[in-house]
């Protein structure tokens, strides 16, 4: 079992920049993706951003090429979401994943194995 917990949401102007960070725990693999997906009120889940275990490689959504970035440091067990440039669509719970595959994979079936609990993120206008 791998636990993720979220921190770093909250409220924004447009433009501004915040930055997420899950904290990951329990059995961990070296293999694993780590990544971020995110729930609008009244819309379905869907994908953000994802990384592989060495960093080097990574998946986004189209909505946040160039905007956001991703990042991970294992030595803290821990994958970061850089938002620049916010808007208020990117409004959402945000929440962080693990997934057995690749970052693309998580990408292309928005599916994770394990999920956090989320962290809300406001964009005001």
């Known amino acids: 079992q791998v636990q993720l917990v979220e921190s770093g949401g909250g409220l924004v102007h447009t433009g501004g920049s915040l930055r997420l960070s899950c904290v990951t725990s329990?059995?961990?693999?070296?293999?694993?993706?780590l990544g971020w997906f995110r729930q609008a009120p009244g819309k379905d889940r869907a994908f953000v951003a994802a990384?592989?275990?060495?960093?080097?490689?990574?998946y986004y959504a189209d909505s946040v090429k160039g905007r956001f970035a991703i990042s991970r440091d294992n030595a803290k067990n821990t994958v970061y979401l850089q938002m620049n440039s916010l808007k208020p669509e990117d409004t959402a719970v945000y929440y962080c994943?693990?997934?057995?595959?690749?970052?693309?994979?998580?990408?292309?079936?928005?599916?994770?194995?394990?999920w956090g609990q989320g962290t809300q993120v406001t964009v005001s206008s």
């Open positions: 990384i592989n275990y060495g960093g080097d490689s990574t």
């Open positions: 994943a693990a997934h057995w595959g690749t970052p693309q994979n998580m990408g292309v079936t928005n599916q994770g194995h394990y």
């Open positions: 329990g059995r961990t693999f070296y293999s694993y993706a």
